[in-house]
């Protein structure tokens, strides 16, 4: 039995792990891809060329990479949630 005043942890203390190098090389793409997104608007900005459909292209891809670093960081987490049960 638990003394009193004290909860029961639900679940163990997750010991701190550093980051692969597979996921610091994937942190870089990602900034890297936003980079270019935004470096595409800005350049589109100051030419004065952006119109509906340069706005709408740069958008799809912003979109594009913000879905699939959700993913990619959702199957991260539980990935490494599931190999840490073993």
């Not at 793409?29 to 119109?51: E, K, P, Q, T």
């Amino acid at each position: 039995m638990d003394e009193p005043g004290r909860e029961r942890r639900v679940r163990e203390e997750v010991s701190w792990h550093r980051a692969t190098i597979l996921e610091l090389f994937f942190d870089l793409v990602f900034v890297f891809a936003l980079n270019r997104i935004s470096l595409r608007l800005l350049d589109d900005f100051h030419s004065g060329r952006l119109g509906f459909s340069q706005f709408a292209e740069t958008l799809l891809l912003f979109l594009g990479l913000w879905f699939m670093w959700q993913t990619t960081a959702a199957l991260t987490v539980r990935v490494a949630g599931s190999v840490q049960q073993w």
